[in-house]
């Protein structure tokens, strides 16, 4: 089945420990994207990947980390997290090298909670 | 950049009725504008996208409208059913998504 798996889907840690939420698609995507869901602010992108090795910062990049070894893996990192990373975050990928015209496919979700 | 705002942010509806949700966009040279459904527990999902040279598009119940004009798109749900009760997010793209707040529809049985 084509699906993006995130890993995990429910984390709760304290400020401070460093942890990875991984991302992979199984569809030989180009375009690989990590979003956060806030209330009321919508989907909200944080970094984005074109191709393997090309990562580049979205609209809420502060805190995170990615990178993009291989075409199916794109994790994503937070080295100190904060409460104010505390949201829901999907991965997508899509088959174009933007997500400018071309459908996302979005991962299940990690709900994450910093103490 | 894009700045897409949606309205409205809850929808209640009767089973049966219909329930439309409208976004206006700022850069008017977006040419791309799909809608996404997301249910409870689950990543989002597109239902149906329209591109800038089509004023209208239909898939069964849903329908999607673009003025250009006014930079306005909306999707239309008709005959709506317990299984359309979901968040439901418009986005705007030329060459990057830009996506509404969301709208969390709920249809009442």
């Known amino acids: 089945e084509a699906q993006v798996t995130q890993n995990p889907r429910y984390l709760i840690t304290v400020t401070g420990k460093k942890l990875t939420v991984t991302c992979s698609q199984n569809?030989?995507?180009?375009?690989m994207s990590w979003y956060r869901q806030d209330p009321g602010l919508g989907l909200r992108q944080i970094y984005y990947?074109?191709?393997?090795?090309?990562?580049d910062k979205g609209d809420v990049p502060e805190g995170y980390k990615v990178s993009r070894k291989e075409k199916r893996n794109f994790p994503l990192i937070l080295e100190s997290p904060s409460p104010n990373q505390t949201s829901l975050y999907f991965c997508?990928?899509?088959?174009?090298?933007?997500?400018?015209?071309?459908?996302?496919?979005f991962g299940a979700g990690s709900r994450l909670t910093v103490l | 950049g894009e700045n897409v705002e949606q309205h409205p942010s809850t929808l209640s509806v009767q089973e049966g009725d219909s329930a439309v949700i409208k976004c206006t966009y700022s850069?008017?040279?977006?040419?791309?504008f799909p809608w996404y459904k997301q249910e409870l527990g689950k990543g989002p999902q597109l239902i149906i996208d329209?591109?800038?040279?089509?004023g209208e598009k239909k898939d069964q119940r849903i329908a999607v409208t673009l003025n250009k004009t006014a930079k306005h798109f909306s999707l239309h749900i008709t005959e709506t059913q317990p299984e359309d009760s979901a968040v439901y997010f418009c986005?705007?793209?030329?060459?990057?998504?830009?996506f509404g707040a969301g709208t969390t529809v709920t249809v009442r049985a």
């Open positions: 997508a990928s899509s088959i174009g090298r933007s997500s400018g015209a071309n459908v996302l496919t």
């Open positions: 569809m030989n995507h180009e375009y």
């Open positions: 990947s074109m191709n393997v090795e090309v990562t």
């Open positions: 850069d008017s040279a977006s040419n791309y």
């Open positions: 329209i591109r800038s040279n089509v």
């Open positions: 986005a705007a793209s030329k060459n990057k998504l830009s």
